[in-house]
């Protein structure tokens, strides 16, 4: 029976070309072996998923906690409320404006320009600094 070919390897070549020799491993399996052998696998005893009780949670918070499949608990509210885009409040509602203040996008653009090597930064900035944004 023949080896089996391997197809990273390609179609042998004709003269010197004829036999591959930098291939790293002769069969299937081989390297894992080696690496098996120099850094042995941890002996770990089996994890078991902590319970929320070994998390710190109370029984109250454990109350609050929605069920995946469970009904809305905000029927009226926009699926899309949070988002920058669509229907409903924007991401102000989330309350991280604070966090992270809204920049110009010619400021963030006009940071980048040193940076720019193919001149398309420097023409967004224009087209960004035109509209006033």
Same mark, same amino acid.
């Given at each position: ?10 179609? &042998?070549?004709?003269?010197? =070309? ?19 052998? &120099? ?7 089996? #994890?078991?998923p902590m319970s929320r009780s070994d998390m ?13 499949? &469970?009904?809305?608990?905000?029927? $009226?509210? $926009? ?13 102000? #509602? ?13 400021? #963030? ?5 040193? =940076? $720019? ?17």
């Amino acid at each position: 029976m023949a080896e089996p070919v391997n197809p990273l390897a390609g179609v &042998a070549g004709p003269g010197p =070309f004829s036999a591959r020799t930098d291939l790293p491993s002769s069969g299937y399996g081989d390297d894992v072996n080696q690496i098996k052998a &120099a850094a042995p696998l941890s002996k770990s005893a089996k #994890v078991n998923p902590m319970s929320r009780s070994d998390m710190g949670m109370a029984p109250s918070q454990l109350e609050r906690v929605t069920p995946l499949y &469970a009904p809305s608990q905000r029927q $009226d509210e $926009d699926i899309m409320t949070g988002a920058p885009i669509g229907p409903g409040a924007g991401t102000e #509602v989330l309350g991280m404006n604070a966090i992270m203040p809204r920049q110009k996008r010619s400021d #963030v653009l006009a940071k980048m320009l040193p =940076f $720019d090597e193919t001149g398309e930064i420097a023409i967004l900035l224009q087209e960004a600094q035109a509209r006033g944004d």
